[in-house]
Nanobody, 115 residues
Framework: QVEFAESGGGLVQPGGPLTLACETS????????MAWYRQAPGKQRDFLAS???????NYADSMKGRFTISRDNARNTVYLHGNNLSPEDTAVYYC?????????WGPGTQVTVSS
């Protein structure tokens, strides 16, 4: 059963911005800390950023200064905003929970950074 619906990916120019959205159920959204992950081609899936129900954020060290995570409680949606993207940011981006057991992965959204 799909629990996360990621959107907003596509082709991004090097140095360009990125805005992703992840919609989930009301139950999941209000019970768990939400987070973004990504998996580059041939690589393992990595944690990017998380946000608690109270709005407290946590970022992977490599993401600080370039990415911002936020949430809209009325829409059960978490967002990821990025800037100054590089080809190394090319990956499938996923939404899931954090701070506890992971739930089943959704399809993710593909982000390709290329000129």
């Amino acid at each position: 059963q799909v629990e996360f619906a990621e959107s907003g990916g596509g082709l991004v120019q090097p140095g360009g911005p990125l805005t992703l959205a992840c919609e989930t159920s009301e139950v999941i959204f209000k019970l768990y800390t939400m987070a973004w992950y990504r998996q580059a081609p041939g690589k393992q899936r990595d944690f990017l950023a998380s946000i608690t129900s109270g709005g407290t954020t946590n970022y992977a060290d490599s993401m600080k200064g370039r990415f911002t995570i936020s949430r809209d409680n009325a829409r059960n949606t978490v967002y990821l905003h990025g800037n100054n993207l590089s080809p190394e940011d090319t990956a499938v981006y996923y939404c899931n929970t954090a701070g506890g057991p992971l739930r089943s992965w959704g399809p993710g959204t593909q982000v390709t950074v290329s000129s």
